[in-house]
């Protein structure tokens, strides 16, 4: 049978990376989920899709969007917002922007999940995010989860690749957040262990090889 996953111990690493090909919603660890700038937790076809990983977390650990806002705004409180938005730059939804690889934890009564701030919604409400801005947020994010998360082993998607409309390859993708994870657990350890999850129609669109 092919190999699903697959793990390594960078040297000079504090933290295992595992790779695997499956549903990270049938994993067990905290997540790590691509949420937008403005921290949005809407879903709705203007805002937060249903089929997108954070959609998808929001409707299975969570019975209502109060109880997640009351959480996130609570760390924002202490996290100093890039600007603040006008209808005419963002017609609906939350108005305050926040930098690219900010992290706030979402705990739930069964699953933890670490949102980072990546994708920002332009005037016609479409989610873009700029390849200079991911690669400067992946140190922030790993400072992030460090910092504000729950300590645990973390499992997450190919951030990037999905609604926030990344302009760059997956093999790209995950080649930067592999690097990245290495050189900031080089510094203070992340997590025991991180597994980036890839769906199978991105492992074969990737080309990737384990």
């Not at 947020?137 to 990037?160: F, H, Q």
Request: with cysteine; proline share 3%.
């Amino acid at each position: 049978w092919p190999k699903s996953v697959v793990q390594k111990k960078f040297v000079g690493a504090d933290t295992v990376v595992r790779f695997a090909v499956g549903n990270i919603l049938n994993s067990q660890n905290t997540l790590l989920l691509a949420a937008n700038t403005t921290f949005d937790t809407e879903i709705s076809e203007d805002l937060i899709s249903p089929s997108s990983m954070q959609g998808q977390f929001q409707r299975r650990y969570l019975s209502n969007n109060d109880e997640l806002d009351n959480q996130l705004q609570s760390q924002l409180n202490r996290i100093q917002p890039v600007e603040e938005l006008d209808d005419d730059r963002k017609p609906i939804g939350k108005k305050t922007r926040f930098q690219a690889g900010e992290v706030l934890l979402v705990r739930t009564k069964k699953r933890n999940a670490n949102y980072v701030a990546l994708a920002t919604f332009n005037e016609h409400m479409k989610a873009t995010l700029e390849v200079q801005d991911f690669l400067d947020g992946l140190p922030l994010m790993w400072s992030g989860i460090r910092e504000r998360g729950d300590n645990s082993n973390i499992d997450m998607p190919l951030i990037g690749t999905g609604f926030s409309r990344l302009k760059a390859s997956r093999r790209q993708v995950f080649s930067e957040l592999v690097m990245s994870l290495v050189a900031a657990t080089r510094e203070t350890r992340i997590a025991d262990c991180v597994t980036i999850y890839l769906r199978s129609e991105d492992f074969v669109a990737g080309d990737f090889s384990f």
